[in-house]
């Protein structure tokens, strides 16, 4: 059972780079989400997607792009990365069928670091 | 969605019930409830959810107020395991939504 993946696992960036982060699922699920997380603090969510060709932002969207390649790729962009942006971020799917409607499936997230 | 409010951090001896307060005043009327928890740096997993009554599983219970504008998350008999961060989020269980997830409550189960 595979779930959602993300990959890289691990990624450390210069200052101005620019990198995609991506993230596959293979439950079928219409729903997909990118959220990061800094040191000790809670799940902020970036962009979603409710389904294939939609995306809409999240609580904190400035300096990133997603693209819903297919209703199985979610990918989320830095176009020019900033040390801010030094978090762990998570990729999510959900949908409304399944056991039980409506649970969110996590990927094991993505470590990044801007130097 | 509604927002949630939860305790910063708790603690509880092992072996006890650990019991988690969630605030959600402004719930719809189709908004579940749901509880998940984050431990270490993994991604958050699933617990249990509800709608207004009260739900148990195997891993926990769920009690939501009448006016569910609450709800309490029971960890029957805590364990060192079940140190970990805990989020309590509102959504349309059946439809796509922001899912914000706050700051959750970290649980500190000591020995």
């Known amino acids: 059972n595979a779930g959602v993946t993300q990959t890289p696992k691990f990624q450390v960036l210069k200052t101005g780079q620019s990198m995609t982060l991506q993230c596959a699922q293979d439950m079928n699920h219409n729903s997909m989400y990118w959220y990061r997380q800094d040191p000790g603090m809670g799940l902020r969510l970036i962009y979603y997607s409710a389904s294939e060709g939609t995306t809409d932002k999240g609580e904190v969207p400035n300096g990133y792009n997603v693209s819903r390649l297919n209703k199985r790729e979610f990918s989320l962009r830095l176009e020019s990365a900033a040390p801010s942006q030094t978090s762990v971020y998570f990729c999510?799917?959900?949908?409304?069928?399944?056991?039980?409607?409506?649970?969110?499936?996590f990927g094991e997230g993505s470590w990044l670091t801007v130097v | 969605d509604a927002k949630t409010t939860q305790p910063t951090s708790m603690d509880c001896a092992e072996g006890r019930a650990a019991n988690l307060p969630c605030n959600h005043s402004?719930?719809?009327?189709?908004?579940?409830v749901y509880w998940y928890r984050q431990i270490h740096s993994q991604g958050p997993q699933y617990i249990i959810h509800?709608?207004?009554n009260n739900e148990t599983n195997e891993m926990a219970s769920l009690i939501i107020t009448e006016d569910r504008k609450s709800s309490t998350l029971i960890l029957p008999h805590a364990t060192l395991r079940d140190t970990a961060v805990y989020y309590c989020?509102?959504?349309?269980?059946?439809?796509?939504?922001?899912?914000?997830f706050g700051s959750g409550t970290r649980l500190s189960i000591r020995p």
């Open positions: 509800g709608l207004k």
């Open positions: 989020i509102v959504r349309v269980g059946s439809s796509a939504s922001k899912i914000i």
């Open positions: 402004t719930i719809s009327g189709n908004e579940y």
């Open positions: 999510a799917s959900s949908d409304k069928t399944g056991a039980p409607s409506g649970t969110i499936y």
